[in-house]
């Protein structure tokens, strides 16, 4: 899965990669969180503009444009991939409105002698890359309740990544594979919904204070190293002499 991410591109660089006429004025996230506003990049659909991408800032959490209110999208900051076509709250995103979330980076749990460690995923280079996402427009019930949000897509784990999760998002490295995930061509979309080449990325623990969604600071990317946990010794069995 992926609940944690940070994206601390420049927004320059973040112009380039992905080909959009505007950056907005993004300040460096480290921790970025469900229900936060992030950038996503989108492909217009109306307008005289339509099919141009644009940089916007969206929700994290898809509420779909049929619920009640926008609590639902606390439990859809993922959408795997294995199923996503077919998922009420997602075939209609995945048909029409797939999007490329920009990142550096996220992070994932691992319980280690009792402890929850925190690993940070990123590429070797620390080049920017992008998460294959889905984005939905919910108007709400009254005047200026529209918003727009969107989900991460998972797959199962590369050998990377595999023993601190089984599941990982999807991972998108080049300006074509960009261009597929929001191109008209299912069967080239459907193929990017895999597990990245796991000698592109690599896993080191950091500081378990990223659990705190308060904390957002260089820090956090830095990695740490691990004491020695002794395991608790165990308590003798019932009838045993020792």
Known sequence: MCGRYSITTAPEAIRRLFDVDTALNLEPRWNMAPTQAAPVVKLMEHGPAKGRRVLAMMRWGLVPSWAKDIDIGAKMINARSETVAEKPAFRGAY??????????GFYEWRTEA???QPY??????RAPFAFAGLWELWEGTGEGSALET???????????????????????FEKDA????????FEKAASLMRPCDPSVIEAYPVDRRVGNVRNDDPDLADPVTLEPREEAPRKPTQGSLF
């Open 95 to 104: 048909k029409y409105r797939r999007c490329v979330v920009p990142a550096d």
């Open 114 to 116: 009792g402890v929850k």
């Open 120 to 125: 940070r995923v990123a590429r070797r280079d």
């Open 150 to 172: 969107f989900t991460i897509l998972t797959t199962e784990a590369n050998e990377a990544i595999a023993d601190i999760h089984h599941r990982m998002p999807v991972m998108l």
């Open 178 to 185: 960009f261009a597929a995930w929001m191109g008209t061509d």
